[in-house]
């Protein structure tokens, strides 16, 4: 009997110690699940039209704002593939790129996307479109596609070199520059038609990202913070002085100015011949990918942990 009591007496501490724990709280957990941006989140690129900001990312995630970056909406594409590029089009279309080997197409400032395929097995890295709304995308050994009927059907052509091309860009309707893995760097001044060997860039660089700001003038940048410009069209280069040997992801121009991105929450704005770090006010310890001018004053940097901010810039 005394067994007995020991366990009823055991029960009923049980029974008062489960009284007393406070109700889940689900309210919290539900507000965070609904909100557009979350810690989760890792923003790979952004693209804007003259009515909406599309930024992507992992797990097919599509963030959205029509009021320039003030709200944004979520969205995640099916089968969640992995989004790492987004270009817009001039006919106010977006095209974004998925790892996997698929373009998605969007005429809706990013409501409703439609996937296309690239029926190849090489590994795509970079997206653009052209001035004509062809969408180009380039990649794994030395691959550049191109699709003129917003990514039904696609146009291949290779280099036949085990090399990675990781960045394109069109200045002009005739000119494109495309650079990647070993410091290979190609131009085009027919549309795309044939394309150019450049000299290697300095020292086997590694670009992630350029920006062409017309034929001539170009800025690369990559890794241990380097930065390459280049006045004669990608003939020779020069390293421009930085303030950060972290890694350069994304470059654009924003209010007249240059600015860079890259890890531990770099962001650098070229001043004459040299880039010095912007005292952005954002708590951001992680990389920043995407770079995106907004309005005539700000700009968009995203990236690691739900990073997303628009930042006033100008005149310092």
């Known amino acids: 009997m005394r067994y007995l009591s020991d366990w009823l007496v055991a029960l009923v501490i049980l029974f008062v110690i489960a009284g007393c724990e406070a109700p889940l709280q689900m309210d919290a957990v539900d507000k965070r699940l609904n909100e557009p941006i979350r810690r989760s989140d890792q923003f790979q690129m952004a693209s804007a039209n003259n009515s909406a900001i599309v930024v992507v990312g992992n797990q097919g995630l599509?963030?959205?704002?029509?009021?320039?970056?003030?709200?944004?909406?979520?969205?995640?594409?099916?089968?969640?593939?992995?989004?790492?590029?987004?270009?817009?089009?001039p006919d106010g279309s977006f095209a974004a790129l998925a790892a996997e080997g698929q373009v998605w197409v969007s005429t809706s400032n990013g409501e409703e996307w439609t996937p296309h395929a690239i029926d190849s097995e090489e590994a795509?890295?970079?997206?653009?479109?052209?001035?004509?709304?062809?969408?180009?995308?380039?990649?794994?050994?030395?691959?550049i596609f191109s699709s003129d009927?917003?990514?039904?059907s696609w146009d291949f052509t290779s280099l036949d070199e085990d090399t990675i091309l990781t960045n394109i860009q069109f200045v002009d309707e005739q000119t494109a520059y495309i650079s990647g893995e070993f410091g290979i760097l190609l131009k085009t001044t027919d549309s795309g038609v044939t394309w150019e060997r450049l000299p290697d860039l300095y020292d086997n660089f590694y670009p992630q990202a350029m920006h062409f700001e017309d034929p001539?003038?170009?800025?690369?940048?990559?890794?241990?913070?380097?930065?390459?410009?280049?006045?004669?069209?990608?003939?020779?280069?020069?390293?421009?002085?930085?303030?950060t040997l972290a890694p350069l992801f994304g470059i654009a121009k924003a209010a007249g100015e240059l600015y860079a991105v890259g890890g531990e929450g770099t962001v650098l704005r070229q001043q004459g011949q040299q880039w010095i770090k912007l005292d952005h006010g954002q708590p951001i310890r992680v990389y920043l990918r995407a770079v995106l001018p907004v309005n005539k004053d700000k700009l968009l940097v995203a990236g690691q942990a739900g990073a997303l901010h628009v930042l006033p810039v100008g005149e310092p």
């Open 62 to 89: 599509i963030v959205t704002s029509t009021d320039q970056g003030q709200s944004w909406r979520r969205k995640q594409l099916a089968d969640w593939p992995e989004l790492i590029g987004v270009t817009s089009c």
């Open 216 to 243: 001539i003038a170009g800025w690369i940048v990559g890794l241990q913070g380097q930065i390459l410009h280049t006045e004669d069209g990608g003939e020779t280069w020069v390293v421009q002085p930085t303030d």
């Open 124 to 143: 795509p890295q970079a997206i653009t479109c052209d001035p004509h709304n062809r969408i180009w995308v380039v990649g794994s050994f030395s691959s």
């Open 149 to 152: 009927d917003t990514g039904a």
